[in-house]
């Protein structure tokens, strides 16, 4: 069984920064991509961003500058460093990873959710 594990999410104010931490564990074999995603009440869930084989990353126009995904491949844990956060940023962050596992194939996984609250 694979499970993503989310943490470091709370309340902040504006033009503060927050660093959200997934770490993924189970029967893993390889880890194709991982990546944020974010839903905010009554909107659709969207990307973030994501980091891929070799360390490519990808980041959303409007986080551009002011996220950024990277990872640790020993602890298969992906981080996104969140600075100058905005009131729209506000959301739960959710983690999302393809993992190859043991008897399991190429899936896709997602953590639980982190709230995110940037207000004042």
């Known amino acids: 069984q694979v499970q993503l594990v989310e943490s470091g999410g709370g309340l902040v104010q504006p033009g503060g920064s927050l660093r959200l931490s997934c770490a993924a564990s189970?029967?893993?074999?390889?880890?194709?991509?991982m990546g944020w995603y974010r839903q905010a009440l009554g909107k659709q869930r969207e990307l973030v961003a994501t980091i891929g084989s070799g360390g490519l990353t990808n980041h959303a126009d409007s986080v551009k500058g002011r996220f950024t995904i990277s990872e640790d491949n020993a602890k298969n844990t992906v981080y996104l460093q969140m600075s100058s956060l905005k009131p729209e940023d506000t959301a739960v962050y959710y983690c999302?990873?393809?993992?190859?596992?043991?008897?399991?194939?190429?899936?896709?996984?997602w953590g639980q959710g982190t709230q995110v609250t940037v207000s004042s």
């Open positions: 999302n990873a393809q993992i190859l596992a043991l008897n399991r194939g190429l899936r896709d996984y």
């Open positions: 189970g029967s893993i074999l390889s880890i194709r991509a």
